[in-house]
């Protein structure tokens, strides 16, 4: 089978998929957490030193050792890109996904609000210079991701790059997971985002992404209002392979926020849909799509953060392993600074209801059983996501 190289903050969601589709995987992210490094081939770090961040130049070194090996067909990329489009358009491998230049068009503020206008798409009041009257505006950036970057505007707030100002509207955060294909699009499934106040690092973060729920259903012109949107945003960008769609929902009214033009955290959600990565790297290549179709029922992810700094044992790294539902485990001896992912958890129910309460008691489990484990400490587990 051909190899494919999956990078990005955390590759283990691609790997996974990569892994379950038959292709030979290669791994670059920056934590090499267990279950990434037990479905790759190899694995390679390339986080920044602070670990809050990918490093282009740990990147491409990873990337040209794989350059002349025939049985490489490329790489995906996943978060911690944003701010790289431009880096993109020329790296040792060819990129298998939406190409550089329309990646940098969606990460232009100016370019992405100006295509809203013209397409006749809703979104939030937005502008590329700090508002007079900061009260009621946020100050984001296209250059990031999680919602790490949002916080609300302040007078001493300037102008850079990828950075916009946006008036704040009420609503459920929410995104659709789609794949964009010359031929058109399928749109996967809505999914309930968990994104409210944290801390990631030193970093307040208000509207930190914490975990999400899906698919949902929606009322039919809320879903129509989408599936036509993202139609038109894959036409004008040349959108390809998996994406997902940003928006808040108030009522039966929608506003448009991003398109993340990557695989995405929700990914998982949607194991059962069909081979994902390898829809991904079919709409990119100009291939037939395989087979996909909408999951029956809803799962749910959420993320355990640490609440002060810790290493990680055998004991604690063994209590994460031997629980099916937990996801990204650190390697026994990693180190983690405060206000950092632990893991994530999963579960699935019949409904979103029944899917929050299960995170909830798993969350709670998992949390009573690390706190009787010597050397670990207190910790901080999010809630269940919440509509």
Same mark, same amino acid.
């Given at each position: ?7 990005? &903050? $955390? ?76 880096? @993109? ?52 950036? @296209? ?26 509207? %009420? ?9 964009? =294909? ?7 499934? =809505? ?8 801390? &990631? ?17 929606? %009322? ?74 909408? +999951? %029956? ?22 209590? @994460? ?20 992912? @632990? ?8 409904? +979103? ?24 400490? +207190?910790?901080?587990? $999010? ?5």
């Amino acid at each position: 089978m051909a190899t494919l190289i999956v990078a990005g &903050l $955390s590759a283990r969601i691609m790997a996974e998929a990569a892994s379950q589709d038959g292709w030979d995987v290669v791994a670059l992210d920056a934590f090499g957490d267990t279950d990434t490094r037990r479905c790759a081939a190899a694995w390679h770090a390339i986080g920044q030193p602070d670990g809050m961040g990918v490093s282009p130049e740990r990147t491409r070194r990873a990337l040209a050792q794989f350059a002349a090996d025939a049985e490489v067909i490329g790489w995906v990329a996943g978060s911690g890109f944003e701010g790289l489009s431009r880096w @993109l358009a020329d790296t040792p491998l060819p990129l298998i996904g939406t190409p550089p230049a329309a990646l940098q068009r969606l990460r232009d503020p100016l370019c992405w609000f100006t295509a809203l206008q013209d397409l006749a798409l809703p979104c939030p009041d937005s502008r590329m210079q700090p508002p007079a009257q900061p009260r009621g505006w946020l100050c984001k950036s @296209l250059h990031a991701c999680g919602g790490s970057h949002v916080r609300p505007a302040s007078e001493q707030d300037t102008p850079a790059p990828g950075r916009y100002w946006q008036r704040w509207h %009420p609503g459920q955060a929410m995104s659709t997971l789609f794949v964009a =294909h010359a031929a058109g699009t399928v749109c996967l499934g =809505h999914n309930l985002q968990d994104s409210r106040p944290g801390q &990631l690092g030193e970093a307040p973060c208000p509207w930190l992404y914490q975990g999400a729920i899906g698919p949902v259903s929606l %009322p039919t012109s809320v879903d129509h209002a989408l599936r036509h949107a993202i139609q038109a945003l894959t036409h004008h960008f040349g959108l390809r392979g998996l994406c997902s769609l940003d928006f808040l929902l108030d009522g039966e009214s929608i506003r448009l926020l991003e398109v993340n033009a990557r695989p995405t955290a929700t990914w998982p959600l949607y194991a059962e849909a069909g081979p994902l990565m390898s829809a991904h790297v079919a709409a990119s290549l100009a291939q037939p799509l395989p087979a996909l179709q909408t +999951p %029956p029922t809803p799962s749910g992810l959420t993320t355990l953060f640490t609440s002060r700094p810790l290493q990680i044992t055998t004991a604690v790294h063994d209590a @994460l392993l031997q629980r099916p539902w937990v996801h990204d485990i650190p390697e026994p001896g990693t180190r983690l600074t405060a206000h950092m992912p @632990l893991c994530t958890l999963s579960a699935q129910g019949s409904h +979103p209801a029944e899917v929050r309460a299960r995170l909830s008691a798993r969350r709670d489990t998992l949390q009573r059983h690390l706190a009787t484990l010597p050397s670990t400490g +207190p910790f901080h587990v $999010s809630p269940a996501p919440h509509a």
